[in-house]
């Protein structure tokens, strides 16, 4: 009798398993498929069929993860923005070394450049009309805000302690925004570059 009822709950555990991997797959395509439309299309045409269908998921599967749109939207932003410190941070595990802080400051403000800035921009435009969204979106903007910038001050090798290295690194990151902002309306490589440089040479006098 012990040998069937173990058998039987390790056939339950067997499917529990794929079952929260078919879940967890569910919601990140979900998630994905959220940030991509909301770039593409902005708020107002990004609703949880689009996103469904564009995740290749049934609506009833996106509201089973994600009950109401706002809720969708910014665990969607707040999931990329998650995965962009993650993968900035892999690109410099050790923390940056002199040499290095051009790289760093060229990955931070591709941070402001890519479908990521452009998902949250749109959000942001939607929370200013949408009081029900402006409290997460805030919440979610701030604790953002402070893991890049914790992000920065490690890969940059700022000592805070020092008069003017807060706000030299908090600069760079507001710069970096600018710069994402002029990139929505035309490609500003050109200029994005010299910029770079230049917040470089002037991090180097500053940090150093």
């Known amino acids: 009798m012990g040998g069937v009822s173990g058998a039987v709950g390790a056939a339950e555990r067997a499917e529990r ?3 929260q991997d078919r879940s967890r797959a569910t919601r990140q395509r979900l998630l994905e498929a959220a940030v991509a439309c909301l770039a593409a299309r902005g708020w107002a045409g990004s609703t949880v ?3 469904a269908e ?18 969708l939207f910014t665990a969607a932003v707040e999931y990329v923005a998650e995965e962009r410190s993650t993968a900035l941070r ?13 790289a760093v400051v060229a990955a931070l403000v591709d941070l402001y450049t890519g479908p990521l800035f452009r998902a949250a ?18 919440e979610l903007e701030a604790r953002v805000g402070r893991e890049s910038h914790r992000v920065a001050v490690d890969l940059l090798g700022a000592d805070e302690t ?18 994402g902002l002029a990139n929505l309306l035309t490609d500003d490589a050109a200029r ?11 991090l180097e006098q500053a940090l150093d």
């Open 54 to 71: 564009h995740a290749g998921v049934s609506r009833g599967a996106a509201q089973h993860h994600f009950p109401t749109r706002e809720d």
């Open 90 to 102: 892999a690109l410099f595990p050790d923390g940056a070394a002199a040499g290095d802080r051009r």
């Open 17 to 19: 398993v794929p079952k």
């Open 192 to 202: 994005r570059e010299r910029v770079v440089e230049q917040w470089t040479r002037l």
């Open 121 to 138: 921009l749109h959000l942001w435009v939607a929370a200013s009309n949408e009081e029900q969204l402006r409290g997460r979106v805030t």
């Open 49 to 51: 069929s689009v996103v």
């Open 162 to 179: 020092r008069p003017g290295a807060r706000e030299t690194v908090q600069g760079l990151l507001d710069m970096a925004r600018g710069l």
